[in-house]
């Protein structure tokens, strides 16, 4: 059974960076649209980055300029970089990679942010 893997998150201080990856096999990995999302304790979950099949990107505001999203079609990967992190930018990071009716979540990755 195909299965959406996240990794990359972890504990770092402000103005540093983590990779976030998220990978999943047995899926027509090119036609899926990728989006990170994050949800911070409180806090609904919100849009972080998405990366279309097509490798059109669109940022949530408060990201752009730090974050970056891409993919790697043949090792059926979505990233995201991010640098200068803030602490408000800790919460859970989820991936999810959507294609027509075919829709998948990743069980998240924590990345905080503090000093």
């Known amino acids: 059974q195909a299965q959406l893997v996240e990794s990359g998150g972890g504990l770092v201080q402000p103005g540093e960076s983590l990779r976030l990856s998220c990978t999943m096999s047995?899926?027509?990995?090119?036609?899926?649209?990728g989006t990170w999302y994050r949800q911070a304790p409180g806090k609904e979950r919100e849009l972080v980055a998405r990366i279309t099949n097509n490798a059109v990107t669109d940022y949530a505001d408060v990201v752009k300029g730090r974050f970056t999203i891409s993919r790697d079609n043949p090792k059926n990967t979505v990233y995201l970089q991010m640098n200068d992190l803030k602490p408000e930018d800790s919460a859970v990071y989820y991936c999810?990679?959507?294609?027509?009716?075919?829709?998948?979540w990743g069980q998240g990755t924590q990345v905080t942010v503090s000093s």
């Open positions: 999810n990679l959507q294609w027509v009716t075919n829709d998948f």
């Open positions: 047995g899926i027509r990995f090119p036609f899926y649209d």
